[in-house]
């Protein structure tokens, strides 16, 4: 049984930083693109980071220079490192493993940036 957890989102002011996690079982880790998405209320699901199995990395324009995406093989782990954060980031981060046609998702880790 596949399973993502995420962990790490909470309520933070302009300008602050969080670091979400996403811990996966169940899959051959170091096999699969790891990546982070995010909802916000009445907008769809968007790629904000992607990192591959050689560990290169892409980013959507709006998070570049502010977020960094990186993993753990050992842990089976995928962090999310997030700075400068602004309100328009507000929104449910998910949490994504892919491989071929394989895609797995996690629950969701809500981020809300407010003063």
């Known amino acids: 049984q596949v399973q993502l957890v995420e962990s790490g989102g909470d309520l933070v002011q302009p300008g602050g930083s969080l670091r979400l996690s996403c811990t996966a079982s169940?899959?051959?880790?170091?096999?699969?693109?790891m990546g982070w998405y995010r909802q916000a209320p009445g907008k769809q699901r968007d790629e904000v980071a992607t990192?591959?199995?050689?560990?290169?990395?892409i980013y959507a324009d709006s998070v570049k220079g502010r977020f960094t995406i990186s993993r753990d093989n050992a842990k089976n782990t995928v962090y999310l490192q997030m700075n400068s954060l602004k309100p328009e980031d507000t929104a449910v981060y998910y949490c994504?493993?892919?491989?071929?046609?394989?895609?797995?998702w996690g629950q969701g880790t809500q981020v809300t940036v407010s003063s």
């Open positions: 994504q493993a892919a491989l071929f046609s394989r895609q797995y």
């Open positions: 990192i591959a199995s050689d560990d290169s990395t």
């Open positions: 169940g899959i051959r880790f170091s096999l699969y693109r």
